[in-house]
């Protein structure tokens, strides 16, 4: 058993994979019986016997690549996750063989620091002041702050947690006050109804706002929404907007929210999971125009940073509001020590943390910000190609014109059909793509996440619909 020759094999049959998906060779999506999958790849033999390299390795790669759904398909459509630059994959291979459990300095100085230096770089896309070493402690701006989690379901666990610290300090030795209310809109992710539920609110604690038909909050409501939450003698807890959606991937009007909770001096999340990476572009970051005015932010790197899962920032306006989102002593870890660098501990749910950083930093490094930065304007932009495209055809309807790389459309007709072509398509392995239910329907849902895509796929997506369509 070699490393260099095993490592070789693997990076061997992942570059055959990597070129015949884009190429289309393969169905973009095939879901054998997990039965069928544990006996086709002898588990049970290769356990027994052990000994998995060289040629071993090589065949039990083939087969278990053959089991995956290919997200370097063109036809990939489906869901939000990256379509990885391999760089990040070297990335989270590097972080996997050294190891670097970084959530002390000590444990991987460099993973460390990169994660320290994407925070800053993440801050500074925001409009926020990055870390220094030692924080500054100047009148004025306060500086930001930010931690790198497994998934922005975390991250907004991790943001909320902070935002409770700071309305109800108490809630870490007490108890969470049966005061708070989360005020959300119905299109935001259910990850902030889990983060209210075991945040100890409980799910009558989250309050629905008011939205305009592409589901979006309605700011000219909020006045109404804060004064029912004081009638009622309840408190907020946060103001969560979404920038953009899930289902659609519309985005909230943050600066409108913003400055509403900064005159009211509420805490504002904004989860910007899949669609903060437009800030990168110079064209497309109106579409969070006013997000420096918020207090977090959740923004995934394994969206639309073309970074493997996971890596998510959650990132705050205030440093030290995170620093208190887990009080907490463990003093063989956190006592006061002169140190060269920096201790993530106090600011993640997670004691052993993997070197996240590393997999956006290579990624980044490999494209560089501006590379970046046009991969989210051409995904965005073939989502609105692909819109015009749809609105042409007679026997389709859209949802919504899309501001970001999410499309929603449905065949004339029935729920039940749209469910029907999806299945079908799903079965035929030639696209992949998902559904959605929007204001009561449901929707046929493309997110543009390939950089190969092309509107000539839509196209033939269209195609094969149809012809599903009179198929029956
Ligand atoms: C994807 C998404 C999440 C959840 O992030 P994970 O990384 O999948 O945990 C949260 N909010 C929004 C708006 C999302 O799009």
Not at 31 to 52: C, N, S
Not at 308 to 328: I, K, S
Not at 381 to 408: G, K, S, W
């Amino acid at each position: 058993m070699s490393f260099l020759t095993d490592t070789e094999l693997t990076a061997k049959a992942l570059d055959e994979y990597y070129e015949r998906a884009r190429r289309g060779d393969h169905p973009v999506i095939a879901q054998p019986a997990l039965g069928q999958v544990v006996a086709d790849l002898e588990l049970e033999r290769l356990v027994r016997e052990g000994g998995l390299s060289g040629d071993a390795l090589t065949a039990f790669l083939q087969r278990y690549l053959d089991t995956t759904t290919r997200l370097h398909h063109p036809a990939y459509m489906a869901h939000q996750v990256a379509v990885p630059h391999y760089a990040g994959a070297l990335g989270a291979l590097i972080d996997g063989f050294t190891n670097n459990a970084m959530a002390i300095y000590e444990m991987g100085a460099g993973a460390a620091s990169i994660e320290f230096f994407v925070v800053n770089w993440l801050l500074q896309k925001v409009g926020w002041l990055p870390a220094s070493l030692p924080p500054r402690s100047a009148g004025g701006m306060p500086e930001g702050g930010g931690v790198l989690t497994h998934g922005g379901s975390l991250a907004n666990l991790t943001a909320l947690a902070a935002a409770r610290s700071r309305v109800a300090p108490e809630a870490w030795d007490e108890g969470t006050p049966r005061d708070l209310v989360l005020l959300v809109s119905p299109e935001s992710h259910y990850s902030i109804a889990r983060a209210a539920g075991i945040l100890g609110l409980g799910q009558k604690q989250v309050w629905q706002l008011e939205v305009d038909g592409r589901g979006a909050i309605l700011p000219d409501r909020l006045p109404a929404a804060l004064a029912r939450v004081k009638a009622e003698g309840k408190r907020v807890l946060a103001l969560v907007a979404t920038a953009c959606s899930t289902a659609v991937g519309q985005y909230d009007p943050v600066r409108e929210i913003g400055q509403f909770c900064r005159a009211e001096g509420l805490w504002l999340h904004v989860d910007g999971a899949h669609g903060a990476s437009a800030l990168l572009s110079a064209r497309l970051r109106s579409r969070l125009d006013g997000v420096e005015l918020a207090d977090s932010l959740v923004w995934d790197a394994h969206k639309m940073l073309r970074t493997p899962t996971l890596c998510a920032a959650v990132l705050v306006r205030d440093g030290q509001m995170l620093d208190r989102a887990f009080e907490q002593e463990a003093s063989y870890l956190f006592h006061e020590k002169e140190q060269p660098g920096y201790d993530f501990i106090h600011r993640t749910v997670e004691c052993t943390k993997a070197g996240l950083g590393l997999r956006l930093f290579m990624v980044l490094a490999a494209l560089g910000e501006a590379g970046l930065a046009r991969y989210v304007e051409r995904q965005f932009d073939l989502a609105a190609e692909a819109h015009a495209y749809l609105e042409q055809q007679p026997d389709f309807e859209t949802a919504v014109r899309p501001q970001a790389n999410i499309v929603c459309f449905r065949a004339r007709g029935t729920d039940e059909l749209q469910l029907h072509l999806r299945d079908q398509l799903i079965c035929d392995g030639d696209f992949y793509i998902s559904t959605t239910d929007f204001n009561g329907r449901r929707y046929l849902r493309l997110s543009f996440m390939n950089p190969d895509t092309t509107l000539d796929d839509v196209k033939r997506l269209v195609a094969a619909l149809r012809k599903l369509s009179a198929e029956g």
